[in-house]
């Protein structure tokens, strides 16, 4: 992706979230989704859809780890050869958050710059996730 797109996106995401306005109880307990195997990232993200869909203020969260950190390097496809951002993206933009594994990214050598639009990095995947639970109330659920 290039600089101006991710300008474009990223412009596109604050506009978004300055028109939103989300009551006061939305920061409260969410949801956060494991995912550690971007061979089972369409069936999550398909998951986090629905889940999206049917509490549309609920806080959630998506933390990749391990080989599901794949999913959200920018080009990347599933096994049918469909991009994996055109789920991310509107997810994010719908105000889900997208949370990559820098522990893993360094494992892996992939540059955080080549993230999907929307992605964030923690330091540790497993941290965030367990942060989230006992911090922030979040149910956890691994599809």
Do not use: W
């Not at 989300?22 to 061979?39: E, M, N, Q, R």
């Amino acid at each position: 992706m290039n600089s101006t797109t991710r300008f474009s996106h990223l412009l596109a995401v604050m506009l978004v979230a300055l028109s939103i306005s989300l009551p006061a109880s939305s920061a409260g307990p969410g949801v956060v989704y494991h995912i550690d195997s971007s061979d089972r990232a369409v069936g999550a993200l398909r998951n986090v859809a629905n889940h999206r869909k049917a509490y549309p203020d609920l806080p959630i969260t998506v933390v990749a780890l391990g080989d599901g950190v794949r999913f959200l390097v920018d080009g990347s496809k599933d096994a049918h050869g469909n991009s994996f951002a055109s789920m991310v993206e509107p997810l994010a933009l719908a105000g889900v958050k997208f949370n990559a594994c820098a522990n893993t990214l360094n494992a892996l050598s992939i540059d955080p710059e080549e993230l999907s639009f929307g992605v964030e990095t923690v330091p540790s995947g497993v941290a965030e996730i367990g942060r989230l639970q006992l911090e922030e109330d979040y149910a956890y659920i691994k599809p």
